[in-house]
Each structure stands twice: as C-alpha cells, then as structure tokens.
C-alpha cells in the first residue's frame, strides 16, 4: 500500500501569495498548512490588478509565506513527495516568480516539479473540505468554476482526467460582479460589496437580461448584462449611483440575472451528462444567493452539492498543491524543468480528455 502523496505549492497567478502543503491518502487530501498573502488593498486604489505591482509583491512575499506553511505544517522537506507552483492561466510575470521560486525550491530539495493548472486547482477544491467524500468515491463530478477570470462547466474524474462542457463567450461571472460593483460605486474587486449590497434589496425590482439563458447548449454571455446597467443607470440615474433602497434593488436585481443564468446551466448540464455531484468553486462561489439557488436545483434534482468552503474558492495555494498531487498519485506525472508558465492555459476541451 503506498503512503500517502505530500505536496508543497505555490500560488502566484494573480494578486494572492499562497503556499501549502497537502497531503492526499486513499483519495481523501488533508491540507497540513494553507498561508495566503493577499496584495487585494494594494490594488484597490488602481481599480484592477496591476501586473508590475503583483510580480513585485509576490517577490517580497514567497519567502516567507513558504517558511510559514512549512512551520506550521509541521513538515520537513524530506517529508515532500513532489512541489508545485501554477504554471497558468494567469498574469505571465506574477506566474513566472512562484513557478521559478518554486523549480528552485524542487531542485534545492532535490524533489520532483509538477507544474498545475490553476483551473484544475478550482476543479478539485471542494474536495479540500474535511466533509467532503473522498474523490474516488464521487468518481465524476461536474464542476461550476466561477471566477474573475473564468466561467466554465467541466467534467472532473478520480483519475486525474478533466474535459470543458461549456464556458463564456466574453465576461466571466466574476467580472460580471466586478464592472456592476465598480459602475455602481462599490469599489473593486466588487463582488462580495455587491453582494453585501444586496442584501435588503428587491432581487425583481429590475429587469436584467439572462445572458444565453435559452440559447439550448452550455455557453454563457455576460456582457450585455453590464451593457444593461450602464443604459439603466443613464435613463434613471442620470448615470450616477443611486444610494439607500435604490441601490439595494439595483445590487439585488443585477446579482439574480448573474445567479439564475448559472443555476440555470448548471442543472441543464447536470442532466445532460446524468451526472450526480455537482463541485461549485472559484471566487464568485462565495456568493451566498449563488450558494443557496444551487442547494434549492440540486435538492429539487436529488444531485449532491459540494460547494467549496468560501476560504477555497478564492485562490489559495491548497487547492494548487492538491490538483498536483492528485495528478502525480494517479499517473507518477512530473513536468520537466524546463517547463514554462502559460498565461492562456486551459482546461481541455470536450471529446478531449487531459
Ligand atoms: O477565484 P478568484 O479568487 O480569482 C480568480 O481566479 O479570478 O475570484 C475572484 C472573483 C472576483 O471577481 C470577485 O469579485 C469574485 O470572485 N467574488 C465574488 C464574491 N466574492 C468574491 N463575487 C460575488 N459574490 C461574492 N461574495
Ligand atoms: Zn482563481
């Protein structure tokens, strides 16, 4: 019986400095230690992320976030079967330092480098829940990934294995929440501001388009619905923010076009595929309307629901050191060291399995 696959990662694809170790046994994974420096204040004031600014951050902080993650793990380098860093999706220079750091770091410990997938890392993150069944027990599963990058249906597999079912045509959902929240007056990134926002607001108050909702196959479109906002906002508003019940209705109404497209999706790809676990992920799945309009689908439907905890949807480096090693343990997979990062990663199309 081999003992179980211990994996350091690294995280650098955007604005958080993650490491952590993970260990998985038997298909069920055990986070040892999960450390995330997020830099989100230092680009607020810009109103996105700025490259130039993140690459330096994570430079001053993959130190010492790595040191943390190794203290508090309580693990020595002996103890590590195989390190990884993102290799993509993401900024080229901020996924550039953790995947050298993190080579370096290989090499230095004289273990394996397996570069990830950060979507990977997003596809198996509700797994990290001590709660959740293990990952060969589920088998398949469908995965709603819902991020400020990306907004993909795929398939996940036991065996390492992933295929994209659907994914946006132009915005992704987070972006979604991200322009609403910055035309609104919320500050960025906005999605958990709109949410909060929302909270005491008439989801039917207005009406926003459903981005592809009868369009018959699994594709989503966000940016009409931005579009929406902007016209609204100029007719009603004299294009400025309302504030008070107004808001809330705006926030309430624009955050249930965004969840209803989803949920939608989602049970339409659940029964096209028969599949019977649903693995909601990436930062969006914080959102707790989103949250609570997947439990109702999926009760209604019988589907189990596997909702990464909120602390794993946004990006961390767990969830990194976890699709690795979930690799690694179902194919010995190693990358080799002169691999390079890729800023346009994906995940694998349908009818093509990776
Ligand atoms: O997965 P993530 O941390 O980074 C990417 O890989 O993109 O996702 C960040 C996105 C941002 O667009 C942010 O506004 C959104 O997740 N987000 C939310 C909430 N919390 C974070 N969107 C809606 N409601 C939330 N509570
Ligand atoms: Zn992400």
New binding site residues.
Partial sequence: MPGPTICFGVETS?DETAAAVVALDGGRPRILASVVASQAGRHAAYGGVVPELATREHLRALDWVTDEAMRSGGVAWRDITVVTATRGPGLASALMTGHSFARAVAIAAGKPFLGSNHLEGHLVSAFLDPGAPPMPDVGEWLALVV???HTLLAIGRSDGTHEVIGSTLDDAA??A??KGAKMLGLGY????A??AAARHGDPSAYDFPRGMLRSGDLSFSFSGLKTALRILLGKRFGGTAPAGKALADLCASYQRAIVDVLAAKATMALRQTGLRTLVLA???A??AALRAALAEACGRDGIRLLAARPEH???NAAMIALAAAWRHAASGAVSPWDEDVDPNLGLAPAGQKV
């Fill in positions: 955007c991020s400020g990058g987070g972006e929440f991200d990134p906005g999605g958990s709109l949410e990436g930062g969006v914080c959102n949807c946004t990006d």
